[in-house]
């Protein structure tokens, strides 16, 4: 038996975590992370999980997680803190056999609760589940500057927003070559927001949040960190560009990405090349 704070998917989290503080994403208490745990994890910190704290409404319905175990970030706990104090600002929730609740079973300490993107996390982690046949498993969600900045002065438009970014670094259409979506400014929290963005995640690894930031999903806590880190640069890219001119004289075209798509051996979906 392991310590939880010792399991190596903690320490993942953690590190994590703290990364995406330090680049300057998680001012306050913004953004959210939550891990699917596998069941071998599972099995390895089961003897310090409290099973026995009451029920209480997800908000939303995911029977497709019934039964899982999560790692989530606190409400209103902050990044910054995680390192430091992680059993107070981060917890494991158990969903249960109706996907309709979750018990947290441990961390959280003192009457806290998990992110206040619960039903947004657990129901893109449904879709990203079914989609990928299990292999997705991190959801994160961040207050990335860049990003937010372009949502005020690009059209929110998915083949806008995947171009653009596309354009800013050769390797964007190999990181993410599905493209990104556009979420329309929402209301953050509730089930609304919840089901545009499992929409969108059908489709693509990355929603952008207009005027409030990045989500996103990946395998594993590497990839998902280095798809938001992605996203972000691309868009500090473009920030500055446009800052200087507001006509690039030159940039990456539809053909070069076709070129690029042939040696590094992904699809491009056409409607972003014309
Ligand atoms: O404060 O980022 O979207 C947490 C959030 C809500
Ligand atoms: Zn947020």
Not at 140 to 163: M, Q, S
Not at 216 to 236: I, M, N, Q, R, Y
Not at 243 to 255: E, G, H, R
Request: charged residues 25%; aromatic residues 10%.
């Amino acid at each position: 038996m392991m310590k939880v704070l010792e399991a190596g998917f903690m320490k993942g989290f953690i590190h994590m975590a703290d990364q995406g503080f330090l680049q300057g994403w998680h001012e306050r208490n913004g953004g959210n992370l939550t891990y699917r745990i596998k069941e071998e994890e599972v099995e390895e910190i089961k003897e310090e999980l409290d099973l026995t704290g009451e029920w209480h409404p997800i908000g939303t319905t995911v029977k497709g997680l019934a039964g899982e175990y999560f790692v989530a970030t606190g409400s209103g706990k902050y990044f910054s803190n995680v390192l430091s104090n992680p059993k107070d600002s981060l917890g494991i929730v158990l969903v249960d056999e109706n996907g309709e609740n979750y018990k947290i079973c441990w961390g959280l300490e003192n009457g806290a609760r998990p992110t206040s993107e619960l039903p947004s996390h657990l129901m893109n982690h449904e879709v990203k589940k079914e989609i990928t046949g299990g292999e997705h498993r991190v959801i994160y969600h961040c207050h990335a500057t860049n990003v937010i900045a372009l949502t005020f002065v690009l059209p929110l438009k998915d083949e806008v927003f995947t171009r653009q970014l596309w354009e800013m670094a050769t390797e964007c259409p190999v990181v993410f070559p599905d493209g990104v979506g556009v979420v329309p400014w929402m209301v953050p929290g509730g089930r609304d927001i919840a089901v545009a963005t499992s929409k969108l995640m059908k489709k693509y690894d990355v929603a952008i949040w207009a005027h409030h930031g990045i989500f996103c999903s990946g395998k594993d806590f590497d990839l998902t960190f280095g798809l938001a880190h992605t996203v972000e640069k691309s868009a500090e890219i473009l920030v500055k560009v446009l800052s200087m001119s507001p006509v690039k004289l030159q940039t990456i075209t539809s053909d070069n990405f076709r070129d690029l798509a042939k040696d590094f051996k992904v699809t491009l979906p056409e409607e972003f090349l014309n």
